[in-house]
């Protein structure tokens, strides 16, 4: 291990390894984390660990499904990404895993 694999942030006054910290300066320190502890970042894929009921579209999206290109909201739990046939689709970061 080196001495460039973790960066002090001042932010939370710590040591971060150094991929997470570009994720918290990105963002303006809020940090989204899918369900296991992964950092995600605008454009990742993630893909869903439980089936989901999407209100309003009559749709239930089955778990193992893949999600492309994901935006971050501002909101430490939500993300927001496009499916088939569902505009402004919202998720929560718990039933999601980084791909």
Known sequence: MSGDDYVYDEASG???AAGAAV???ADDGVVVRDSV??????GDQVTLIKDLTV???GQ???RGTLIKSIRLTGDAQ???CKFDGIKGLVLRAEFVRKR
């Open 78 to 80: 939500e993300i927001d």
């Open 14 to 16: 710590g040591w971060v």
């Open 23 to 25: 994720a918290v300066a």
């Open 37 to 42: 502890g992964n950092v995600l970042a605008d």
């Open 55 to 57: 209100k309003g579209a």
């Open 60 to 62: 239930t999206l089955k």
